[in-house]
């Protein structure tokens, strides 16, 4: 398996513009996470989802913020408008059914907002 | 809510020194608790994962202990090598719901 992919790597932005970010998890994993790092707050769970579903969202900043899953094998994040305070590494990871097996990231995406 | 502490925040040691990383936690009602690397401008690495029914787990010169009932867990890393330079965050899982919580990491430098 090619692990969790994510894209873009890097992604810079002017403030005000709309920004997605997308996650393929692992085939046959049934939780995905978005995670956001920062050096001030380490990393942040933002929203998990469970065969799709979102299940705990309370992580997500604002309204600014929306995450989506249509089917197993996609999720996106997006930032719409986007701030300079958005400026993080986002990182997904995805996990099977049985949690004890543990999670697996994806290499992130740098988000600038300038 | 639950809280994970890793101390110390950094640490540099000289080559072939023995050491321990320490993360605390709040609510022993876990799941189980991962260790990670996380080196420079990249992502997470998984090293290690103990249940919590296990008291330890070992892989290479790696050893993890759980003890749940104090909060507790260590990571041994035995013969450090300047290649060990990394980031280590330390997390768990609740019992209850799938989230992973973070410790703020300790930042290793290992000295050649």
């Known amino acids: 398996d090619a692990g969790v992919i994510q894209s873009p790597r890097h992604e810079v932005t002017e403030m005000g513009q709309e920004v997605t970010l997308r996650c393929k998890p692992i085939?046959?994993?049934?939780?995905l996470f978005w995670y956001r790092q920062t050096m001030m707050r380490g990393l942040e769970l933002l929203i998990y989802f469970n065969n799709n579903v979102p299940i705990d969202d309370s992580g997500m900043p604002e309204d600014r913020f929306s995450a989506k899953m249509p089917n197993a094998s996609f999720s996106t994040l997006k930032i719409q408008p986007s701030e300079p305070r958005d400026s993080a590494v986002y990182f997904c990871?995805?996990?099977?059914?049985?949690?004890?097996?543990?999670?697996?990231f994806g290499s992130g995406t740098r988000l600038t907002v300038v | 809510k639950q809280e994970v502490t890793q101390i110390p925040a950094a640490l540099s040691v000289p080559e072939g020194e023995n050491l321990v990383l320490n993360c605390s936690f709040t609510?022993?009602?876990?799941?189980?608790l991962q260790w990670f690397r996380q080196d420079p401008g990249k992502g997470l690495t998984s090293l290690l994962l103990?249940?919590?029914?296990?008291r330890e787990q070992t892989s290479g010169r790696l050893n993890a202990s759980l003890d749940k009932s104090s909060g507790r867990s260590t990571l041994y890393i035995a013969a450090s090598q300047p290649g060990d330079s990394a980031t280590y965050l330390c997390a768990v899982i609740h019992n209850q719901g799938g989230k992973l919580i973070f410790g703020q990491g300790t930042e290793l430098s290992v000295k050649p």
């Open positions: 990871a995805s996990s099977p059914e049985d949690r004890g097996l543990g999670y697996t």
């Open positions: 085939s046959g994993h049934d939780y």
């Open positions: 103990i249940q919590s029914s296990q």
């Open positions: 609510d022993s009602a876990i799941y189980n």
